[in-house]
């Protein structure tokens, strides 16, 4: 259901990147922390990615969308994006959950980095070893 502006809100998270992604209908406009998407996002693998959701249901030119990303990189920063689009379409209509569902579009990718280990320089590397 829509807020009193008329946009739908959707949450997506990956890695340590949130989105919070707002949807109206609109011309096509894309912001991201009010910048350009194209200019946020200058990699074309992160842009497809990132707006793989609308693409998939054919709805990329009929919906403006306002996104705020925090924290991680831009490869966590555009799966967030991606999922939080696909949130924020399935709460517009619920038709599209199954092909958005089917390609993965709303399921949270869980890995995180692993920790760091006492006694080790890293989370599984090891300092070198010596027999002598």
Known sequence: ???????????????????????????????VNNRDFFEYFPNERLRKLAFGPLKHINLDIEYDVFASIRGGGMTGQAGALMMGLGRA??????????????????????????RKKPGKPGARRSFQFSKR
Do not use: C, Q
């Open 89 to 114: 379409l399935v709460k517009l209509s619920p038709d599209y959950k199954p092909a958005l569902s089917a390609e993965g579009y709303l399921s949270r990718d869980s890995r995180m980095v692993e």
């Open 1 to 31: 259901m829509a807020d009193k502006h008329g946009y739908e809100w959707g949450t997506g998270r990956r890695k340590t990147s949130v989105a919070r992604v707002r949807i109206k209908k609109g011309s096509g406009k894309i912001l």
